[in-house]
Nanobody, 119 residues
Framework: QVQLVESGGGLVQAGGSLRLSCAAS????????MAWYRQAPGKPRELVAA???????NYADSVKGRFTISRDNAKNTVYLQVNSLKPEDTAVYYCNAALGTPTGSRYYWGQGTQVTVSS
């Protein structure tokens, strides 16, 4: 059973910063990719940033240069540093992990953490 627990969300003013954490039950080495998604009210869930087991990263164009994804394998935790926040970054942020299996990838989700940016 894989559990992902997000934390670090909150209410910040525009231009502020937060660090989101995603703590996994067990080693994160087993996951091919870990990622952060977000979902704003009335909008579909979208990929924000992802990091592979080898450390390669990719970002949505809307957050490049402002957000940084990283992983601490010793702590089984993935982080999302979010800087220069804008009101349009307001959303529930979800952690996602992709586990490879003989029949394909299996995906796991956390419960989400709310980020609210005031103007």
């Amino acid at each position: 059973q894989v559990q992902l627990v997000e934390s670090g969300g909150g209410l910040v003013q525009a231009g502020g910063s937060l660090r989101l954490s995603c703590a996994a039950s067990g080693s994160i080495f087993r996951f091919n990719t870990m990622a952060w998604y977000r979902q704003a009210p009335g909008k579909p869930r979208e990929l924000v940033a992802a990091i592979t087991a080898g450390g390669s990263t990719n970002y949505a164009d809307s957050v490049k240069g402002r957000f940084t994804i990283s992983r601490d394998n010793a702590k089984n935790t993935v982080y999302l540093q979010v800087n220069s926040l804008k009101p349009e970054d307001t959303a529930v942020y979800y952690c996602n992990a992709a586990l490879g299996t003989p029949t394909g990838s299996r995906y796991y989700w956390g419960q989400g953490t709310q980020v609210t940016v005031s103007s």
